[in-house]
């Protein structure tokens, strides 16, 4: 079975720090792996993902994440957090078993920004 | 362009009704998907539709739940004899098919059962 596991449930930066979230995976090959941002009220909007190659990701927002095979891992960085940053981020991984994508996610990491 | 909406924003329903949330996928996406958020949790998986089928449905709970997608385009998920522990937020996404990677989420429904 495939799993997510985000250890950090709040995490508190503040404004113009660096934040690194924290991402592990379980999963029987290699996976599809997925940031997301959620906002109060909004949609979960992507951040970015990985498919293959570069294990260095960039995404929007002036996010990047890292794959590392050898740790399961995947994890979110950003150098200079600003305080619109303050959402719920999730991580996620598909397996794209059966032609679908669904997505398994982890159970968020609350971030606060203090400004 | 338009994104995916989801109406109704919110609803609140008695124990052992029954409702009906509905997607609005972006026009042209054949993937949907439907999640379900419960308080403080991710979203979990509940069914994947290519075109009008249901490829996926590994993920609804139990015989309550249902959904269907009868041209392609809006999705309904019903629920039958809600119970309190439905009350969740229910999220659809929409993609482009299989094969692609980036699902577009709608706002979603919050759904109480009270």
């Known amino acids: 079975a495939q799993s997510v596991t985000q250890p950090d449930i709040h995490i508190t930066v503040s404004e113009g720090a660096s934040l690194e979230l924290r991402c592990n995976y379980s999963y029987g090959a290699t996976p599809y792996l997925f940031w997301y941002v959620q906002s109060p009220g909004q949609g979960l909007q992507l951040l970015l993902k990985?498919?293959?190659?570069?294990?260095l990701v960039q995404g929007i927002k002036g996010f990047e994440a890292e794959f590392k095979r050898s740790q399961s891992s995947f994890n979110l960085r950003k150098p200079s957090v600003h305080w619109s940053d303050a959402a719920e981020y999730f991580c996620a991984l598909t397996g794209l078993t059966g032609g679908g994508n669904k997505l398994t996610f982890g159970t968020g990491t609350q971030l606060k920004v203090e400004l | 362009g338009a994104g995916v909406s989801q109406t109704p924003s919110n609803k609140v329903t008695e124990k052992g009704k029954y409702v009906e949330l509905r997607c609005d996928p972006i026009?042209?996406?054949?993937?949907l998907y439907w999640y379900r958020q419960s308080l403080g949790q991710g979203p979990e998986f509940l069914i994947y539709?290519?075109?009008?089928?249901?490829?996926?449905d590994s993920g609804l709970p139990n015989d309550r739940f249902f959904a269907v997608r009868p041209e392609g385009s809006v999705s309904t998920l019903k629920i039958q004899r809600t119970e309190r522990g439905d009350s969740a937020v229910y999220l659809c996404?929409?993609?482009?098919?299989?094969?692609?990677?980036?699902?577009?989420f709608g706002p979603g429904t919050r759904l109480t059962v009270t």
């Open positions: 990985y498919f293959s190659g570069d294990t």
């Open positions: 539709f290519q075109g009008t089928g249901a490829a996926d």
């Open positions: 996404a929409s993609s482009l098919g299989q094969g692609s990677s980036e699902q577009y």
């Open positions: 026009s042209g996406h054949t993937a």
